[in-house]
Nanobody
Framework: VQLVESGGGLVQPGESLRLSCVVSGYILRVYEMAWFRHTPGNQRELVASVPQGGTANLIDSVNDRFTAVRDYAQNALHLQMTNLGPKDTAVYYC?????????????WGQGIQVTVSS
């Protein structure tokens, strides 16, 4: 199982981006998908999580600007980011927790750069 991320890039403050994470390969059951972000010198930070069949949870600093949507038809997780600011600059990682039938399985995407700069 792999997570294929897309949609990052360089934008100016106030602009928007949409990150997508598509699950590639077979997995028996997905429990949760999420987006994390990481900046140098800091720990990886959870941005948004969506439990299977549940509603999205976002951190306070983004919950009025970002929307996380689970697309079950495409087996994907999208992160719509609006009104981006320099503090949103980071490498964003997609995360999946599930199972192939024997114990929990954790999968990370390769990371995608988001840069907000004028």
């Amino acid at each position: 199982v792999q997570l294929v991320e897309s949609g990052g890039g360089l934008v100016q403050p106030g602009e928007s981006l949409r990150l997508s994470c598509v699950v590639s390969g077979y997995i028996l059951r997905v429990y949760e998908m999420a987006w994390f972000r990481h900046t140098p010198g800091n720990q990886r930070e959870l941005v948004a999580s969506v439990p299977q069949g549940g509603t999205a949870n976002l951190i306070d600093s983004v919950n009025d600007r970002f929307t996380a949507v689970r697309d079950y038809a495409q087996n994907a997780l999208h992160l719509q980011m609006t009104n981006l600011g320099p503090k949103d600059t980071a490498v964003y990682y997609c995360y999946l927790r599930g199972t192939e039938g024997r114990g929990n399985m954790i999968v990370w995407g390769q990371g995608i750069q988001v840069t907000v700069s004028s």
